[in-house]
């Protein structure tokens, strides 16, 4: 089955030591995002990529830096992750951007930093 | 600024009827959303709204008009696994994705 897959689904990590969380998508869709949730907030965007066209939120703090190497693979690195960077990360995808399409979420990696 | 307003949380019994209220300021309007997502789960698509009227899908319906900003999901034959968190969300002019905070229903026998 097509889908977006999100490795791990669990992670845990020292303050300040760098972090990465990896997203794949079997979709062929062109569109990749990022999204932060803490609990009982609302996703909040943190980066998406249109093909290889990197676009990052305003907002978005510099300790977070994302790669695209193709179209299937999509990272997320925290550089030196703070007690605040504790959440789930949600990476999604939709087929084009600029349209009604609904985004594919995948399971999300719940992140803990101690 | 944009804004998506929904409950924080509803209460409801097993075999009732439950309606979920959204309101939305946005800069533009290309559609809304209704994800439901459970607990440490990934959202995940319910229904999409472009036009005013009622969308009717099995137990699930949601309701649009763009005039006063507000949508509303409708659950028939609640049942207890539709325990979860239903999230309201907006795509604006530039067609990014507002998001509500989302409503936890709680679903009692």
């Known amino acids: 089955d097509a889908m977006v897959i999100q490795n791990p689904r669990y992670q845990v990590t020292q303050f300040g030591k760098p972090v990465t969380l990896s997203c794949s998508q079997t979709?062929?869709?062109?569109?990749m995002y990022w999204y932060q949730q803490k609990s009982s907030q609302a996703p909040k965007l943190l980066f998406h990529y249109y093909d290889k066209d990197f676009n990052n939120e305003a907002d978005t703090p510099d300790n977070f830096q994302s790669r695209r190497p193709n179209t299937s693979f999509c990272f997320l690195d925290i550089r030196s992750p703070g007690l605040g960077d504790a959440a789930m990360y949600l990476c999604?995808?939709?087929?084009?951007?600029?349209?009604?399409?609904?985004?594919?979420f995948g399971p999300g990696t719940r992140l803990t930093v101690t | 600024g944009q804004n998506i307003d929904q409950p924080t949380e509803m209460t409801a019994t097993e075999g009732a009827i439950v309606q979920i209220n959204c309101t939305y300021q946005?800069?533009?309007?290309?559609?809304l959303f209704w994800y439901q997502q459970h607990a440490g789960e990934a959202p995940t698509f319910l229904s999409y709204?472009?036009l005013d009227g009622l969308e009717e899908k099995g137990r699930f319906s949601s309701f649009l008009s763009r005039s006063k900003g507000y949508s509303y999901l409708l659950l028939k034959e609640l049942q207890m696994k539709d325990s979860a968190s239903y999230l309201c969300a907006v795509l604006d002019s530039n067609y990014q994705l507002i998001w509500g905070a989302g409503t936890k229903l709680i679903i009692k026998p």
């Open positions: 979709l062929n869709h062109n569109v």
């Open positions: 946005t800069s533009g309007f290309n559609g």
């Open positions: 709204n472009v």
């Open positions: 999604a995808t939709s087929k084009e951007r600029g349209t009604s399409g609904e985004q594919y």
